[in-house]
């Protein structure tokens, strides 16, 4: 016969004290709200890749395997930097592109065309190419091979390692609801974890092979929507279902 101490009997989500509850919703909301943003910052880079609004598989690959067939600068100009020159613009450095983009038409022409439309940005702010300097042009006209796999190990072990922080405490605070079965729980804790090894590794494979780009999109929705689930129903059991007045008990416990 199992016994839990009465002292211990607060330990889930409907009963938690206030102020742990305080402490769990403030944590919760900031994070929710945190990744929104990064669902809105993928949006707005990886999303305008391919020229068109909202991420697809050929965004995907324009980020990680490279658009082989165009430079990064007509990828650019065509995509997320489409609204910072006129067509007209935008057109003329594309043709130059294309042709190479000799030096002798960059001081004839480009030079002074860059300096109008787009060295306000690329001059002035840190870890964007200086157009002021044609070497930095000139590397970023040549065919598009997507992410370099320096890039990649640099944003990888970041995402690795702040984002799993991030599904530990979500899980965390999951833990402790009431009335989910235990294999459901088990399976929601680890998902966020399993998708998102399972996105981190799509983008080293879409480096080496484009087909492997849907894996991106899946490991993107799968720990969403298993992060979604434990954040809703934490916030339920701790302000909707604690308002029926029922004692639950040990939520760990309950689950051995």
């Known amino acids: 016969m199992k016994f839990t101490p009465s002292n211990m009997t607060w330990l889930n989500l409907p009963n938690m004290p206030l102020p742990v509850k305080t402490l769990f919703t403030g944590y919760l909301l900031v994070v929710g709200i945190g990744l929104l943003m990064a669902g809105l910052q993928i949006m707005m880079t990886h999303g305008m ?24 600068l007509e990828s650019k100009l065509n995509g997320s930097m489409k609204a910072n020159a006129p067509d007209a613009v935008r057109a003329d450095i594309i043709k130059w592109v294309r042709k190479g983009a000799p030096k002798k038409d960059w001081d004839a022409h480009f030079k002074k065309v860059f300096e109008k439309h787009c060295v306000a940005c690329h001059s002035n702010i840190p870890n964007i190419p200086n157009f002021k300097n044609f070497e930095e042009v000139q590397k970023l006209a040549a065919t598009s091979d997507g992410a370099s796999f320096q890039s990649l190990t640099r944003i990888s072990h970041i995402h690795l390692f702040g984002i799993s922080f991030i599904f530990f405490f979500i899980s965390l605070i999951f833990s402790f609801a009431v009335g989910i079965p235990k294999k459901l729980k088990v399976i929601a804790i680890a998902f966020p974890f ?63």
């Open 49 to 72: 890749a391919d020229g068109e609004i909202g991420l697809s598989k050929n965004d995907i690959v324009y980020s990680y395997y490279g658009d082989r067939s165009h430079s990064t």
């Open 194 to 256: 399993g998708f998102l090894i399972l996105d981190i590794l799509s983008w080293w494979l879409t480096k080496l092979n484009p087909s492997f780009a849907y894996l991106t999109i899946i490991g993107g929705i799968g720990y969403s929507l298993a992060s979604t689930f434990m954040w809703v129903t934490s916030i339920y059991q701790m302000f909707i279902l604690s308002k029926n007045g029922k004692v639950y008990g040990n939520a760990w416990e309950q689950d051995l």
